[in-house]
C-alpha cells in the first residue's frame, strides 16, 4: 500500500465532488433542496425543480463515530473523509445513486437514508454489507460496503445486491461488483471531472 497524504486525498475528493455535475442535472423538487445547496436562496413562485450544488462543510469527527456504533464495522476511511467534508443531496454516478448527506451539525440525515427501510438494512448489516447507495435511475438495489472483503487500509469492495432478494427471501444475492474498492471508485469518478 502507498501512502496517501490528506492532501492528496482531500483533492481526489474534490475532483470526486466535482464529478457530480457531470453525470448528474443536480435538480431536485424545490421543497427538497435545503436553502443552503441551492444555486440561488429562494426558488421562484410556481418552480417545481431548483439546481442545487453540493457544499464543502466540516463535520466533528465524533458524528461519524455515532453513525459507525449503529455499523458492523467502521467505514471505508475514504468515504468517512467524504461524509465529514461535504454536504450534498442524493446524486447519480453512472451505475449507482449516492444516498444524501443534507446539511446538519451531525449524520443524522445520511443516517436516516441508510437506515429509511427497517427489513432491508437489518438484512444488510446482519450479512456484512453497508448501504451508501442504490441502483441507478430509482433502482432499489442497494449498493454496499462487502465487509468480508476489506482491505489492510480499511477499504472495501462496492457491490449492487438484489433488493427482490432481501426483502422477499431475506438472502443476499450480489448483482455485480461495481468497484474493487471505494478508492478505486472515487479515483475513475473524479476523472470525468
Known amino acids: 500500500m502507498r501512502y496517501r497524504t490528506p492532501a492528496a486525498d482531500a483533492e481526489l475528493l474534490?475532483?470526486?465532488v466535482a464529478s457530480f455535475a457531470a453525470t448528474d442535472e443536480l435538480l431536485e423538487a424545490a421543497d427538497q433542496v435545503p436553502p443552503d445547496l441551492r444555486y440561488s436562496e429562494t426558488a421562484e413562485p410556481g418552480e417545481f425543480f431548483v439546481s442545487w450544488k453540493p457544499q464543502r462543510r466540516e463535520t466533528p469527527a465524533s458524528a461519524c463515530r455515532?453513525?459507525?456504533?449503529?455499523?458492523?464495522?467502521p467505514l471505508p476511511p475514504l468515504y468517512r473523509q467524504?461524509?465529514?467534508?461535504?454536504r450534498y443531496l442524493r446524486v447519480e454516478l453512472g451505475e449507482l445513486c449516492l444516498l444524501a448527506n443534507p446539511p446538519s451539525l451531525d449524520l443524522?440525515?445520511?443516517e436516516q437514508e441508510m437506515f429509511r427501510d427497517a427489513l432491508l438494512s437489518r438484512v444488510l448489516l446482519r450479512n456484512g454489507y453497508i448501504q451508501f447507495g442504490k441502483g441507478a435511475g430509482g433502482d432499489y438495489d442497494p449498493v454496499c460496503f462487502h465487509i468480508a472483503c476489506r482491505t489492510t487500509d480499511g477499504d472495501m469492495q462496492v457491490?449492487?445486491?438484489d433488493h427482490?432478494?432481501?426483502l422477499c427471501h431475506e438472502r443476499i444475492k450480489v448483482r455485480a461488483v461495481l468497484s474493487p474498492t471505494f478508492r478505486q471508485l472515487v479515483e475513475q469518478k473524479a476523472k470525468t471531472s
Open 14 to 16: 474534490r475532483a470526486f
Open 66 to 73: 455515532e453513525l459507525e456504533a449503529r455499523l458492523p464495522a
Open 82 to 86: 467524504l461524509i465529514l467534508s461535504y
Open 108 to 110: 443524522a440525515g445520511l
Open 159 to 161: 457491490v449492487r445486491l
Open 164 to 166: 427482490e432478494e432481501i
